[in-house]
């Protein structure tokens, strides 16, 4: 999966820095104005179905198709509410091209109706390699068309088009490798899977408000340009997650779900992830956060000025946000689906709160709003997630310990040298402190933490099947 996804990934990062420096912050607003709203439509789209089948095993043929009937019309019915919304949503945003993007957009709620089941079915029989392969797929077709479209003068539609092209031929990819018979439900019969996807899908439904309550009040209280620098570098903060966390997310809760009643197993999986996780992305993050100011400068362009002082902050708060989101899956499978719930439905309503106040410092008070709240959604699901696995504090603080001093020891080589290059340009500059950075934390990491690095290796190291 991750090999796959960041093979593609510097393709997309190039594609979209490239038309970024074409289009402006206003264009992306606008942009980030559709994806406030159809990001939960995705989700409720969606309905937890996947992750439904991946966590039940048991589960027969004849559940799958019913709920692929479900899958489908639960589609096609967000599909027309949100055509429906999408008019008030231009008046609420006061943008009047927003109602047409949002309706062409949703074009790919439809398409993704077709793939859930399809996709849990992939997961559950782990085959990931073929998961991968649509993903890249999706990638590199997105990337190019945005890209292509720009160039033909398509302006903020050549977006629209990659987010809807990229989706579509991912499905195609996977319903011909996969596809799943449909059956008219019995709604008692499916009692069991429903009450599941319902609550992993009010546990992504909580995720998803608060994670876009800050882009919801940016575009409302500060505006589109504001939106648009804001959104820069939430997506910039959120890399490291999304190709590296996310990449664990989506191969976890199959591994689980097939030891949810083994305790010891399940303990010991989420110490090597935690582990291996701390030491890819804690560096990351923090490392953005340190050279936030001459990555912005260096690969858009100074018009993004306001991107700088979010994306630190942002950054800085990623590595504990990809850290707690390990402990979800596990505590799905062992039944505690209702109290992560529960969880995540009370922080969409104080860190929107938090988001609203913080509006008054403009972006850099929305985004100050992440670390100083976040960490009362994080809290709980540590505290839980210990007690269930009869695990302790010091066991979890010792497996992120190398990646903790080891980060330490980089920020500060990397602090160091930013005072000895004032003066030099922000591509020599950023290049220097990447590679200086990279250097200090993996010697440390060599010479402190050997054990940790060859079993961190043993876990990640490809399987030779017979």
Not at 178 to 183: D, T, V
């Amino acid at each position: 999966m991750a090999a796959a996804s960041w093979s593609t990934q510097l393709v997309s990062w190039i594609c979209t820095m490239t038309v970024a420096r074409e289009l402006g912050p206003s264009n992306f607003g606008l942009i980030g104005m559709a994806n406030a709203f159809l990001g939960m439509a995705a989700i409720v789209n969606e309905f937890g179905m996947s992750a439904g089948i991946v966590s039940l095993p048991t589960i027969c043929d004849k559940e799958i198709r019913q709920l692929n009937f479900v899958s489908v019309s639960v589609g096609v019915s967000v599909f027309l509410v949100t055509c429906a919304i999408a008019k008030p949503l231009g008046l609420f945003f006061h943008a009047p091209s927003l109602p047409a993007v949002v309706i062409a957009m949703s074009i790919v709620l439809i398409i993704g109706s077709f793939r859930n089941v399809p996709d849990g079915l992939l997961k559950r029989e782990f085959k990931f390699k073929l998961l991968a392969s649509a993903r890249a797929l999706e990638t590199l077709v997105y990337g190019i068309t945005i890209v292509t479209a720009t160039w033909l003068g398509a302006g903020y539609w050549s977006l629209v088009i990659g987010a809807v092209l990229g989706p579509a031929c991912s499905c195609a990819f996977i319903l011909f490798r996969r596809s799943a018979p449909f059956e008219l439900p019995n709604f008692t019969y499916l009692k069991k899977p429903l009450q599941l996807s319902w609550h992993i899908l009010m546990i992504r439904v909580g995720g998803y408000g608060y994670s876009n309550a800050d882009s919801l009040i940016a575009g409302r209280m500060l505006g589109q340009a504001a939106l648009g620098s804001y959104n820069l570098a939430f997506t910039l903060a959120n890399l490291p997650m999304q190709r590296i966390a996310d990449q664990v997310g989506a191969v976890i809760p199959a591994y689980f779900s097939n030891v949810q009643r083994d305790e010891a197993a399940l303990r010991d999986y989420v110490l090597k992830i935690s582990e291996g996780l701390m030491l890819l992305i804690l560096p990351i993050s923090i490392g953005l956060s340190l050279v936030a100011d001459d990555l912005i400068f260096a690969i858009v362009g100074p018009k993004w000025i306001d991107s700088v002082q979010p994306l630190r902050l942002l950054a800085f708060f990623i590595s504990t946000y990809s850290a707690a989101n390990v402990f979800i899956p596990m505590l799905n499978v062992r039944g505690n689906s209702r109290f992560v719930m529960w969880n995540n439905l009370a922080g969409t309503i104080y860190l929107p709160l938090g988001f609203y106040v913080g509006s008054h410092w403009g972006t850099v008070g929305i985004a100050a709003a992440w670390p100083l709240l976040y960490p009362f959604v994080a809290a709980p699901l540590f505290i839980r997630a210990f007690r269930e696995l009869h695990l302790s504090w010091e066991s979890y603080l010792r497996c992120i310990y190398p990646a903790a001093t080891a980060t330490l020891m980089m920020a500060a080589s990397v602090l160091l040298l930013r005072n000895f290059m004032t003066t030099q340009p922000h591509s020599v500059r950023l290049i220097t402190e990447i590679l200086v950075g990279a250097v200090v934390y993996c010697s440390t990491l060599a010479m402190l933490h050997p054990q940790q690095l060859r079993r961190v290796y043993h876990v990640l190291r490809p399987a030779h099947t017979p």
